[in-house]
Structure formats: structure tokens, C-alpha cells
């Protein structure tokens, strides 16, 4: 994650922004296709074990999802979660389309523009031939433009938060809005992931 984000903002500061835009772009969405590849081949997905209540999430997101279609899809892509995340969150769900997985990330790389902005910006500041005035104008910018960033990124992962709670709750018909069910659900993958012995298998969708 930190890998992908360093080098998301390394092209902005050697290439400048938007002459970044393109290479890291095109870099995210190779990545992003090449991880679902991998993932859907080896199936990775029987390498997960959860405890009762993880793969109670695990469901829950996955009928999110399922009810929601293509919208839930971009609603993540479009969320602040770290893009790796995404890929194998995406990945390892069933009921994800390769054309949905393959339109959505299409659509939503041109999130390492932001990446490529801040990159961009620190080349200014760091110009020694920048003059102070101008220094001080692109400070002020890149603070500004940070903070919209935060704010947006914010609202917009409280928005997938709501629209998960709400199809969840209007799918399993259990209340969940007191849940963050798909930041436990990013929680899972990144550290809820172990290598069970043979015979184990994925999980699979708890009967209604």
C-alpha cells in the first residue's frame, strides 16, 4: 500500500501534474487487472478462514454488493481505501462479474491524479528557484487542496459505510447500522487471512 502510494506520488513529482496523470493511471489499472487475474486463477479465496462473526461481515458485504450491483462496486473503488486493498477485497468476492471488476477500476484510476497532484506540489516547493513568493503561494495551495482532499475522501467513505448498512439491513434483515461492517471487512483481508490445512474450504454464503 505504502509502495503503491509512494510510487503514485514519485510520478507526479518527476513527471509534474496532469504529464504524471497518464503513466500512473495506466500503472493502477495494469496492477488492478493482473491482481483480479491472479487472484481468480489460484483461487485464493480458499486460502480464507473466519471466525463466526468475520464471516458473518464477509456475507454481509458480499450481499451488499450483490444487491447493489455496479453502483456498490464504484461506491468502493471511489472510497478512500488504499487501492491494493480494494483489489484483493474485490477480487476475492464471488459475485463480482470480470467486466464489472474490469469497468470499475477503469473508471475509478483516475484516483492517483491526487497522488500525482501531491507529487507535483512537492516538486514545486522543493524548487530552490522557486521565489518566496511564489514558495509561499504553492504552500497555501497544496494546504488547501490537502484539506478538500481529507474532507471529500471522508464524506465519501461515510457515504459506502451508509449505502452498505442500508442494503445490508435490507437484505438479511438484521440491523447493522451501528456496524462498520466493510472497514471490519478491509480488516479481514489485510490481517484476517491464514493458510488453513488441506480440506479447508472458502467460505460460502450463510443460508437465509
Request: hydrophobic residues 45%; aromatic residues 12%; without cysteine.
Amino acid at each position: 500500500m505504502i509502495g503503491f502510494t509512494f510510487a503514485s506520488t514519485l510520478t507526479g513529482f518527476i513527471y509534474g501534474f496532469p504529464g504524471g496523470i497518464f503513466p500512473a493511471q495506466t500503472g493502477a489499472f495494469v496492477g488492478a487487472i493482473i491482481a483480479f487475474g491472479l487472484i481468480k486463477k489460484y483461487n485464493f479465496n480458499r486460502f480464507i478462514r473466519l471466525s463466526p462473526s468475520k464471516q458473518e461481515k464477509y456475507t454481509a458485504i458480499q450481499e451488499a454488493i450483490e444487491q447493489g450491483g455496479f453502483k456498490m462496486i464504484m461506491l468502493i473503488r471511489l472510497s478512500p481505501i488504499p487501492w491494493p486493498i480494494q483489489n484483493m477485497l474485490l477480487s476475492i468476492l464471488p459475485t463480482i462479474s470480470t467486466q464489472q471488476f474490469v469497468l470499475a477500476s477503469f473508471l475509478s484510476s483516475f484516483k492517483v491524479s491526487v497522488e500525482v497532484w501531491i507529487g507535483s506540489q512537492l516538486a514545486d516547493i522543493s524548487n530552490p528557484n522557486l521565489p518566496p513568493s511564489a514558495h509561499r503561494i504553492a504552500m497555501m495551495v497544496m494546504g488547501v487542496g490537502v484539506f478538500i482532499l481529507i474532507a471529500v475522501a471522508w464524506w465519501l467513505y461515510r457515504l459506502t459505510m451508509q449505502k452498505v448498512d442500508e442494503m445490508t439491513v435490507g437484505r438479511l434483515g438484521e440491523s447493522y447500522h451501528h456496524h462498520n461492517d466493510l472497514h471490519d471487512m478491509v480488516s479481514v483481508v489485510s490481517h484476517g487471512i491464514s493458510t488453513p490445512s488441506s480440506g479447508n474450504q472458502s467460505p460460502s454464503k450463510k443460508e437465509m
